[in-house]
C-alpha cells in the first residue's frame, strides 16, 4: 500500500489486507539498510490473525521516497506523520536495532496513541565504532560484508526467513546491495549508522511512554550486545513500566534467525 | 559453457544486454560447479545445476539446484513501450496464492519464494532426504573433486591433441579453441572435463573406439567420478543423416568425453588402446 507522507509517496506492507478501523493496527519499523521485508513472516502472520499490519519502508529506502532520516527524532515525526496519513488513531510499535531507537521516541512522543512497544535487538546507546561508520560511507560492501556477520549468530544457521533453502547470508548481503542503491542521492547506510550513533534520549524516551514494552534480545548478537540495552531495561523499571525481557538463542536478526520465535513473542506481547 | 563444445559463455557481457532489456540472465552451470566459476559474481542473476552431476560427483541421483542471487529487480522491469511490468507473475497480486504479491513479500527472493512454494504445494517436487543426503556429502569433497577433474582433463587433452589419428580436439585448453582466450579470462582454475574430440574415421571406427575402451564406462552422464565416454552417431545421434549431423555439429568421428577421478596414466592408456583399434578397423 502507498500513502502519501509529508509529500513522499511510503510504501507499507500489509500482509495484502485492506485497513480494517475495527482492528488493532501495528507498525513495524525496518533497521538500517533493511526494508519491510525483513519482517515477512511475522508481518504476514499477524495480517492474517487479526491486525492490521503497517510494515513501512522507511523515506528514501527502497519503495519510499523522501528524505531518508538523518536523526532519531526526525524519524519519529516522519511515523507520527505516518499514523496521521494511514488514520490510525493508536497502533503498537515494533522496531528492530535503529528501527527500536525510532519506535522507542515516536512512543514517548506519542504518548497514549501508542498499546505495546516492541524493541528487537536494541541497545542504548547504539554507538557505531568510527572505523565501521567510515566503512560504511567510504567502503559499503566492506562494511556490509562485516555487518552482516555481527548480525548473525551461526554460519549454519537452522532453516530461517524465507524458509528452508534460504542462505540468510546471502540473502541479506543482496538486500543490504538493494537498499542502498535504491537511494542515487544519499549512502542511507552511513546516514542510518550516523542517526543510531548520535541518538542521546534513549532514557529520557524510555520514561516517557506510556504503555507496555517487550526488548526481545540475542544472546549472541555481535550488534547490539544484550548488555548493552539493560540500562534502558532498568530505566524503564524504575520509571513503574511494564517491562518483559525476553532473550532468543541468537544473533542480531532475530526475524530472520528465529522468525517463528520471534513472532511468538511478539504475539504474545501484543496478545496481553 | 556448452555441452559438448565447451563455448564458454560471456557472462558480463551477456548479463550487460539482459539488463539492457530488462531481463534477468540465468546460467546453467552444470559443467562448471561453483568451484570452475560463480556466475553471480560475474553479473548473472540466477543459475542452475544439475546435481546429478559435478556436485553430488558419483551419479547416484537424480536432483538440480536453482540459485536466486536477489540482484534482478522483478517489479522495476518494465515494457518501454507501455510501462507495463514484465513480471506479472511475481509482482501483481496471485489469485493461486492468496493474492500474494510475491515481490512485496521478499525484495530480494521473490522468484525462489514463488519457485519453491509453488512447486512444492501443485507438483509436489520435494527430493528425498537420501537424495538430498547424497548431493550434501558430495559437496563436501567438490573443491578435491574439481581439482583432479581439472589435472586429469589437462593431461588427456594434450595427449589426444598429440596423436595423428585425432582430427580435432575441442577444449579451450587449446589456442585452437574459440573460447581459449575468454576462458583463461573466466575460467582460470580450467574449463571443465566434459569435451569433445574427432577421430579421423566414420560411424563404425567411431563405434570401435567405445568398444575398445575399457576404463571409461559408455555412458550418456557427465561429472561423474568414473570416465565416461560416448559416440553420438551411433547412439544418441544415430537416427541423423551426415548431414543433418554436420549441421549439428557432430562429425561421425565426434566422441564426447567426462574425464573422471581416475589415474590420467590409466585413462591415456585405455585411449590410446582404443584409437589404434579404431585406426586398424578403417
Same mark, same amino acid.
Given at each position: 500500500m502507498n500513502l502519501t507522507v509529508n509529500g513522499a509517496t511510503t510504501y507499507c506492507y500489509t500482509g495484502g489486507k485492506t485497513y480494517d478501523p475495527a482492528k488493532p493496527t501495528v507498525v513495524m519499523i525496518h533497521g538500517v539498510l533493511?526494508?519491510?521485508? !525483513?519482517?515477512i513472516l511475522q508481518s504476514r502472520y499477524l495480517a492474517n490473525h487479526g491486525w492490521n499490519v503497517l510494515a513501512v519502508d522507511l523515506?528514501?529506502?527502497?519503495r519510499s521516497g523522501g528524505e531518508a532520516p538523518q536523526t532519531v527524532e526526525q524519524a519519529a515525526d516522519f511515523i507520527a506523520a505516518l499514523l496521521d496519513a494511514a488514520g490510525v488513531a493508536r497502533t503498537a510499535l515494533v522496531g528492530h536495532s535503529w528501527g527500536s531507537l525510532i519506535a522507542l521516541e515516536a512512543a514517548a512522543r506519542l504518548k497514549d496513541r501508542i498499546s505495546h512497544l516492541v524493541l528487537v535487538?536494541?541497545?542504548?546507546?547504539m554507538k557505531v565504532s568510527q572505523a565501521l561508520l567510515d566503512a560504511s560511507l567510504n567502503e559499503p560492501e566492506k562494511a556490509l560484508k562485516m555487518i552482516n556477520v555481527f548480525s548473525?549468530?551461526?554460519?549454519?544457521?537452522?532453516?530461517?526467513a524465507l524458509g528452508p533453502g534460504t542462505w540468510i547470508y546471502g540473502a541479506s548481503l543482496a538486500l543490504g546491495r538493494r537498499v542502498l542503491t535504491?537511494?542515487?542521492? !544519499?549512502?542511507v547506510f552511513h546516514r542510518g549508522f550516523q542517526a543510531c550513533d548520535r541518538y542521546a534520549n534513549g532514557e529520557q524516551a524510555i520514561a516517557q511512554i506510556s504503555c507496555p514494552v517487550l526488548f526481545l534480545l540475542g544472546?549472541?548478537?555481535?550488534?547490539?550486545?544484550?548488555?548493552?540495552a539493560q540500562g534502558l531495561i532498568v530505566k524503564a523499571r524504575e520509571s513503574g513500566k511494564q517491562v518483559q525481557v525476553l532473550t532468543l538463542p !541468537?544473533?542480531?536478526?532475530q526475524m530472520t534467525e528465529t522468525p517463528d520465535e520471534t513472532l511468538f513473542a511478539i504475539r504474545d506481547f501484543l496478545g496481553r | 559453457m556448452g555441452n559438448p563444445g565447451l563455448d564458454v559463455l560471456d557472462i558480463p557481457t551477456v548479463a550487460q544486454i539482459a539488463h539492457e532489456a530488462g531481463v534477468p540472465l540465468l546460467v546453467d552451470s552444470t559443467l562448471t %560447479? *561453483?568451484?570452475?566459476?560463480?556466475p553471480l559474481e560475474h553479473g548473472a542473476d540466477l543459475v542452475y545445476h544439475s546435481? @546429478?552431476?559435478?556436485?553430488? #560427483?558419483? &551419479?547416484?541421483v537424480i536432483g538440480g539446484v536453482v540459485v536466486d #542471487?536477489? %540482484? $534482478?529487480d522483478w517489479e522495476g522491469?518494465?515494457?518501454?513501450? @507501455? &510501462?507495463?511490468?514484465?513480471?506479472a507473475e511475481l509482482s501483481a497480486p496471485y489469485d493461486g496464492f492468496h493474492n500474494m504479491i510475491f515481490t512485496e513479500e521478499s525484495t530480494v527472493g521473490a522468484f525462489l519464494l514463488r519457485a519453491r512454494r509453488e512447486g512444492l504445494r501443485d507438483f509436489g517436487a520435494c527430493m528425498s532426504p537420501h537424495t538430498a543426503w547424497l548431493i550434501l556429502q558430495g559437496i563436501e569433497t567438490l573443491p578435491l573433486r574439481m581439482a583432479r577433474h581439472m589435472g586429469n582433463t589437462e593431461k588427456v587433452v594434450q595427449f589426444l591433441a598429440s596423436q *595423428?589419428?585425432?582430427?580435432?580436439v575441442g577444449h579451450p585448453?587449446?589456442?585452437?579453441? *574459440?573460447?581459449h582466450a575468454l576462458a583463461r579470462k573466466l575460467l582460470p582454475r580450467g574449463a571443465g572435463s566434459v569435451f569433445s574430440f574427432d577421430i579421423k574415421g566414420n560411424r563404425e571406427q567411431g563405434k570401435k573406439f567405445i568398444e575398445t575402451l575399457?576404463? $571409461? %564406462?559408455?555412458?550418456?552422464?557427465?561429472?561423474?567420478?568414473r570416465s565416461l565416454v560416448i559416440h553420438p552417431a551411433s547412439t544418441?545421434?544415430?537416427?541423423?543423416s551426415d548431414e543433418a549431423l554436420a549441421n549439428a555439429?557432430?562429425?561421425?568421428g565426434t566422441i564426447r568425453l567426462s574425464i573422471g577421478l581416475e589415474d590420467p596414466d590409466d585413462l591415456i592408456e585405455d585411449l590410446k588402446r582404443a584409437l589404434k583399434a579404431a585406426e586398424k578397423a578403417a
Amino acid at each position: 500500500m502507498n500513502l502519501t507522507v509529508n509529500g513522499a509517496t511510503t510504501y507499507c506492507y500489509t500482509g495484502g489486507k485492506t485497513y480494517d478501523p475495527a482492528k488493532p493496527t501495528v507498525v513495524m519499523i525496518h533497521g538500517v539498510l533493511n526494508d519491510h521485508s !525483513v519482517w515477512i513472516l511475522q508481518s504476514r502472520y499477524l495480517a492474517n490473525h487479526g491486525w492490521n499490519v503497517l510494515a513501512v519502508d522507511l523515506p528514501g529506502h527502497c519503495r519510499s521516497g523522501g528524505e531518508a532520516p538523518q536523526t532519531v527524532e526526525q524519524a519519529a515525526d516522519f511515523i507520527a506523520a505516518l499514523l496521521d496519513a494511514a488514520g490510525v488513531a493508536r497502533t503498537a510499535l515494533v522496531g528492530h536495532s535503529w528501527g527500536s531507537l525510532i519506535a522507542l521516541e515516536a512512543a514517548a512522543r506519542l504518548k497514549d496513541r501508542i498499546s505495546h512497544l516492541v524493541l528487537v535487538g536494541t541497545a542504548y546507546p547504539m554507538k557505531v565504532s568510527q572505523a565501521l561508520l567510515d566503512a560504511s560511507l567510504n567502503e559499503p560492501e566492506k562494511a556490509l560484508k562485516m555487518i552482516n556477520v555481527f548480525s548473525r549468530s551461526t554460519l549454519a544457521a537452522p532453516p530461517s526467513a524465507l524458509g528452508p533453502g534460504t542462505w540468510i547470508y546471502g540473502a541479506s548481503l543482496a538486500l543490504g546491495r538493494r537498499v542502498l542503491t535504491s537511494n542515487k542521492t !544519499v549512502n542511507v547506510f552511513h546516514r542510518g549508522f550516523q542517526a543510531c550513533d548520535r541518538y542521546a534520549n534513549g532514557e529520557q524516551a524510555i520514561a516517557q511512554i506510556s504503555c507496555p514494552v517487550l526488548f526481545l534480545l540475542g544472546s549472541q548478537d555481535q550488534m547490539t550486545l544484550p548488555k548493552a540495552a539493560q540500562g534502558l531495561i532498568v530505566k524503564a523499571r524504575e520509571s513503574g513500566k511494564q517491562v518483559q525481557v525476553l532473550t532468543l538463542p !541468537v544473533g542480531h536478526h532475530q526475524m530472520t534467525e528465529t522468525p517463528d520465535e520471534t513472532l511468538f513473542a511478539i504475539r504474545d506481547f501484543l496478545g496481553r | 559453457m556448452g555441452n559438448p563444445g565447451l563455448d564458454v559463455l560471456d557472462i558480463p557481457t551477456v548479463a550487460q544486454i539482459a539488463h539492457e532489456a530488462g531481463v534477468p540472465l540465468l546460467v546453467d552451470s552444470t559443467l562448471t %560447479s *561453483p568451484w570452475l566459476i560463480k556466475p553471480l559474481e560475474h553479473g548473472a542473476d540466477l543459475v542452475y545445476h544439475s546435481a @546429478t552431476k559435478f556436485l553430488s #560427483g558419483h &551419479g547416484t541421483v537424480i536432483g538440480g539446484v536453482v540459485v536466486d #542471487g536477489g %540482484s $534482478f529487480d522483478w517489479e522495476g522491469a518494465k515494457d518501454a513501450a @507501455t &510501462g507495463v511490468g514484465k513480471f506479472a507473475e511475481l509482482s501483481a497480486p496471485y489469485d493461486g496464492f492468496h493474492n500474494m504479491i510475491f515481490t512485496e513479500e521478499s525484495t530480494v527472493g521473490a522468484f525462489l519464494l514463488r519457485a519453491r512454494r509453488e512447486g512444492l504445494r501443485d507438483f509436489g517436487a520435494c527430493m528425498s532426504p537420501h537424495t538430498a543426503w547424497l548431493i550434501l556429502q558430495g559437496i563436501e569433497t567438490l573443491p578435491l573433486r574439481m581439482a583432479r577433474h581439472m589435472g586429469n582433463t589437462e593431461k588427456v587433452v594434450q595427449f589426444l591433441a598429440s596423436q *595423428p589419428f585425432v582430427a580435432r580436439v575441442g577444449h579451450p585448453l587449446l589456442e585452437s579453441h *574459440p573460447s581459449h582466450a575468454l576462458a583463461r579470462k573466466l575460467l582460470p582454475r580450467g574449463a571443465g572435463s566434459v569435451f569433445s574430440f574427432d577421430i579421423k574415421g566414420n560411424r563404425e571406427q567411431g563405434k570401435k573406439f567405445i568398444e575398445t575402451l575399457k576404463l $571409461f %564406462s559408455h555412458l550418456a552422464n557427465v561429472g561423474d567420478c568414473r570416465s565416461l565416454v560416448i559416440h553420438p552417431a551411433s547412439t544418441t545421434h544415430f537416427r541423423m543423416s551426415d548431414e543433418a549431423l554436420a549441421n549439428a555439429g557432430i562429425s561421425q568421428g565426434t566422441i564426447r568425453l567426462s574425464i573422471g577421478l581416475e589415474d590420467p596414466d590409466d585413462l591415456i592408456e585405455d585411449l590410446k588402446r582404443a584409437l589404434k583399434a579404431a585406426e586398424k578397423a578403417a
